[in-house]
């Protein structure tokens, strides 16, 4: 939550990743239209920031789901709505899993642009809506590029509940408060007989999960 204000989660056309995925769904708040919150136009430049809440000193671990999440939901906004320019940005490309690369390489050919920076800072054009992103590009040139609309591509945290449930089944937590198991029996857990899986272990995608 706290990375999301950072990065201008509370300007109109800034939404958290599950918030776009809801705009993209049929049975979404615009029947899959992309329309940006301040206006109801048609976003022209769509951008993803990568790791927001992740890979930083409180959650130094990757989520893991993110850069391939990022990578579908730019492929199905450009279908929703051809001649959409997107951009990820990310730090590391984590693209494993079956056919995950093939797809990431597919994405490239219809027109998702990757960009191997981090945003340093996010801000709203008042007169407008449209969003303002900081970052020094490849030549170390300090860069402001507008967006129509961000996605905050947010990472995955512990459950909130999970320590109530681990001291019910008297099983161990790690340091980040995922489930404690085996590198060599992942669904075991420190107590015999009790058995977890999914990302109550650690960030997973459903078919991992």
Do not use: W
């Amino acid at each position: 939550a706290d990375a999301s204000a950072e990065l201008g989660h509370d300007f109109d056309n800034v939404y958290t990743s599950l918030e776009f995925e809801r705009m993209l769904a049929a049975s979404g708040p615009t029947m899959g239209k992309l329309e940006r919150t301040s206006d109801g136009e048609l976003p022209r430049k769509l951008a993803f920031i990568q790791c927001v809440g992740s890979r930083n000193d409180e959650r130094d671990y990757c989520s893991s789901v993110c850069c391939m999440y990022a990578t579908k939901q730019a492929v199905i906004a450009m279908e929703h709505q051809p001649g959409l320019d997107c951009t990820i940005f990310y730090i590391d490309l984590r693209a494993y899993g079956k056919n995950f690369e093939q797809y990431y390489q597919r994405a490239k050919e219809l027109g998702v642009k990757f960009r191997r920076i981090r945003p340093s800072m996010v801000k709203e054009d008042a007169k407008n809506g449209d969003i303002i992103i900081r970052y020094v590009d490849e030549s170390n040139r300090v860069v402001d590029e507008i967006f129509s609309m961000a996605v905050l591509s947010c990472g995955m945290d512990a459950p909130k509940d999970g320590v109530a449930l681990a001291e019910t089944l008297g099983i161990e937590l790690d340091d980040h408060g995922f489930c404690r198991s085996k590198a060599i029996s992942p669904v075991d857990t420190t107590r015999e007989g009790i058995f977890a899986c999914g990302p109550f272990v650690e960030p997973k995608d459903i078919p991992e999960t």
